[in-house]
C-alpha cells in the first residue's frame, strides 16, 4: 500500500495542484490538517482534499474556522487571514471541516497535526519527540503543523536521532525502531526550502519519502494580494519562512 501524506495545505490549491500532479492514482491520500488559513483558495483547497482523501485530522487553522479556536493566539497576520477565510467558506465546506476528528489511527500508523494526545503542541526537539513517543504506541506517527520537514527516531535502547529532510530523501524504516515524521508543509514552508513538501509511506517497501515540488510561487502571491490578504503571507512563500 503506498499512502501520499499532506500537512498544512493552507488554502494554496496551486501548491496542493502541483503534490497532486507528482502522486499516483492509486496512492491513498492523508491529510493531516490545517487544509485553510494563510492563502487565498480555502474552498477549492477544502474540496479537493474532501474529494480525494481516506482520511483528514483537523490543525489548529481548521479549528479556528470552525469556532474561533485560538484565535487570540495567532500574530495579526494570521488573524486578518482567518476572518477572511471565515468570510469565504461555503457553509458545506465548514460543516465538512467540523465533521473531521484530532486524530486517526491504524495497526501501523497514527495521524495527528501536531502531536499524539496533545494534538496542537510543536515538537520541535528531541525532547517534546520523546514526550510524543510515550503518548502513543503508534510504530510510526505522522505530524506537521510545524512547516518543517524532518524526522526523530526512537531506538530500542531509548536513544532518539534526528534529520532534517528540507531537501527531501528516503526514509528506509527498520526493525524495532519508531518513527515520528513531519512531512513539511504543502502550502507554506517554513524549512528555508520553498517548493512544496509532502511524504510517501510506502508499507511494503517499508520507506517514507519526503518530495519537494515547484509550483507557481508568483500566481499564488498575485492572488494573495488581490484578496486582500497580509503582503507579508506572500512574501513568505518565496523565502520559504
Ligand atoms: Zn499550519
Redo the contacts with the bound molecule.
Keep these: 500500500m503506498r499512502y501520499a501524506v499532506v500537512s ?1 495545505v ?1 488554502s494554496n490549491i496551486d501548491a496542493l495542484d502541483a503534490v497532486f500532479d507528482s502522486i499516483r492514482d492509486d496512492d491513498a491520500l492523508l491529510c493531516l490538517g ?1 487544509i485553510v ?1 494563510y492563502g487565498p483558495n480555502p474552498n477549492e483547497c477544502v474540496e479537493k482534499i474532501r474529494a480525494r482523501a481516506t482520511a483528514t485530522v483537523l ?3 481548521d479549528v479556528a474556522a470552525i469556532d474561533n479556536f485560538g484565535l487570540a493566539y495567532f500574530n495579526p497576520a494570521a488573524r486578518e487571514a482567518m476572518k477572511w477565510t471565515q468570510s469565504v467558506l461555503t457553509p458545506e465546506n465548514l460543516a465538512w471541516l467540523d465533521g473531521l476528528g484530532y486524530e486517526f489511527r491504524m495497526p501501523d500508523f497514527l495521524l495527528v497535526h501536531g502531536a499524539p494526545v496533545n494534538f496542537f503542541e510543536y515538537i520541535l526537539d528531541k525532547a517534546a519527540a520523546a514526550r510524543a513517543f510515550a503518548a502513543t504506541d503508534a510504530p510510526l506517527i505522522f505530524i ?2 510545524t ?1 518543517i520537514a524532518e524526522v526523530y527516531s526512537l531506538n530500542p535502547d531509548g536513544t532518539i536521532e534526528h534529520a532534517h529532510l528540507q531537501q527531501g530523501g528516503e526514509i528506509p524504516l527498520r526493525e524495532s525502531v519508531r518513527y515520528l515524521i513531519n512531512v513539511g ?1 504543502v502550502g ?1 514552508p517554513r524549512d528555508l526550502n520553498p517548493r512544496a513538501s509532502f511524504g510517501v509511506y510506502d508499507s511494503a517497501a517499508r520507506t517514507v519519502t519526503i518530495h519537494r515540488v515547484d509550483y507557481p510561487i508568483a500566481r499564488v502571491q498575485a492572488k494573495i494580494v488581490s484578496a486582500h490578504l497580509p503582503d507579508a503571507l506572500a512574501r513568505r512563500l518565496l523565502v520559504g519562512r
Excluded: L
Aim: no cysteine; glycine share 24%.
Design positions: 498544512d493552507h490545517d488559513g490543525g489548529n487553522h506537521g503543523h512547516h508543509s507554506q
